[in-house]
């Protein structure tokens, strides 16, 4: 990037985690971390820590509005990262304003799974992400068991599974879909790259550690970085990957909670 044109402008409109590893907070870390200046839009308050969610307080959607319509009446988005989304009416609020007013690039990570297992929307909310946010969305990024939900079918487990994945993922209407392979079993972290064009596999080697609060936010935040900055989304895709697994290996420089804790957004400041 071209050190003397301004920093791209990058949204995120998702939920706020205390504990600073995922959500708005992992999302606005990633953002200053790769050269963008980060916004937000707050959907959810959450009591949450290391060790789980304990509580959920939403954003009413006319407030949520509220937000999108004033900040973009006054700052120009190169690019917007969605996140949790539990409803149809916040669903509809937020692609009425980035229809209205769309920026070059939309990623969507469809949360909707917790690490545990448990779903942590119910089916109008799935329906609400499938029917209205992924079809709005240039790049949509689920795990396996968010995809499974996503599709109402088994989550795959080998990547002949998820290569078999493909076509019907393609089906939901988003320009591209990075279907990420993190529950796989083994040394290997593959990623697969969907798109109108090719399938296409990112690699990755597993890094050994248990701090991987806010991964998820953190990948899909460190790729709208990167397309904001103006590479291709293959290019921001890799790059992202490799970025995240650096900031995973230099996790264990923290000591933040008692449970899964979060990568270190800024090793790369010393």
């Given at each position: 990037?071209?050190?003397?044109?301004?920093?791209?402008?990058?949204?995120?409109?998702?939920?706020?985690?205390?504990?600073?590893?995922?959500?708005?907070?992992?999302?606005?870390?990633?953002?200053?971390?790769?050269?963008?200046?980060?916004?937000?839009?707050?959907?959810?308050?959450?009591?949450?820590?290391?060790?789980?969610?304990?509580?959920?307080?939403?954003?009413?959607?006319?407030?949520?509005?509220?937000?999108?319509?004033?900040?973009?009446?006054?700052?120009?988005?190169?690019?917007?990262?969605?996140?949790?989304?539990?409803?149809?009416?916040?669903?509809?609020?937020?692609?009425?304003?980035?229809?209205?007013?769309?920026?070059?690039?939309?990623?969507?990570?469809?949360?909707?799974?917790?690490?545990?297992?448990?779903?942590?929307?119910?089916?109008?909310?799935?329906?609400?992400?499938r029917e209205v946010l992924v079809p709005l969305a240039d790049l949509i990024?689920?795990?396996?068991?968010?995809?499974?939900?996503?599709?109402?079918?088994?989550?795959?487990?080998?990547?002949?599974?998820?290569?078999?994945?493909?076509?019907?993922?393609?089906?939901?209407?988003?320009?591209?879909?990075?279907?990420?392979?993190?529950?796989?079993?083994?040394a290997e972290c593959p990623d697969l790259l969907i798109t109108a064009?090719?399938?296409?596999?990112?690699?990755?080697?597993?890094?050994?550690?248990?701090?991987?609060?806010?991964?998820?936010?953190?990948?899909?935040?460190?790729?709208?970085?990167?397309?904001?900055?103006?590479?291709?989304?293959?290019?921001?895709?890799?790059?992202?990957?490799?970025?995240?697994?650096?900031?995973?290996?230099?996790?264990?420089?923290?000591?933040?909670?008692?449970?899964?804790?979060?990568?270190?957004?800024?090793?790369?400041?010393?």
């Amino acid at each position: 990037m071209n050190d003397s044109r301004p920093l791209p402008n990058v949204l995120t409109i998702a939920g706020s985690d205390p504990s600073g590893g995922a959500g708005i907070q992992a999302d606005l870390k990633t953002f200053s971390a790769l050269g963008a200046y980060g916004t937000s839009v707050i959907t959810a308050l959450t009591a949450q820590n290391t060790r789980g969610v304990r509580g959920v307080h939403p954003v009413p959607a006319e407030f949520i509005a509220a937000q999108l319509e004033t900040l973009l009446d006054d700052v120009r988005i190169d690019a917007v990262k969605v996140g949790m989304v539990a409803s149809r009416e916040v669903a509809e609020v937020i692609r009425e304003a980035l229809t209205r007013r769309r920026p070059r690039w939309v990623v969507l990570d469809p949360v909707m799974v917790a690490k545990s297992g448990d779903i942590l929307v119910d089916d109008a909310g799935i329906r609400a992400v499938r029917e209205v946010l992924v079809p709005l969305a240039d790049l949509i990024t689920p795990n396996l068991p968010e995809a499974a939900v996503l599709l109402d079918a088994p989550a795959p487990g080998s990547r002949a599974g998820m290569a078999a994945m493909a076509p019907a993922l393609r089906g939901l209407g988003a320009g591209a879909t990075l279907l990420k392979g993190g529950h796989l079993s083994g040394a290997e972290c593959p990623d697969l790259l969907i798109t109108a064009e090719s399938v296409a596999w990112i690699e990755g080697a597993r890094v050994d550690t248990g701090n991987l609060h806010g991964t998820g936010c953190t990948l899909s935040s460190a790729i709208t970085a990167h397309l904001a900055r103006g590479d291709t989304l293959a290019e921001a895709v890799a790059a992202a990957k490799a970025w995240l697994g650096e900031a995973l290996a230099a996790s264990q420089r923290l000591d933040v909670g008692q449970g899964h804790g979060p990568v270190h957004h800024f090793h790369a400041w010393g």
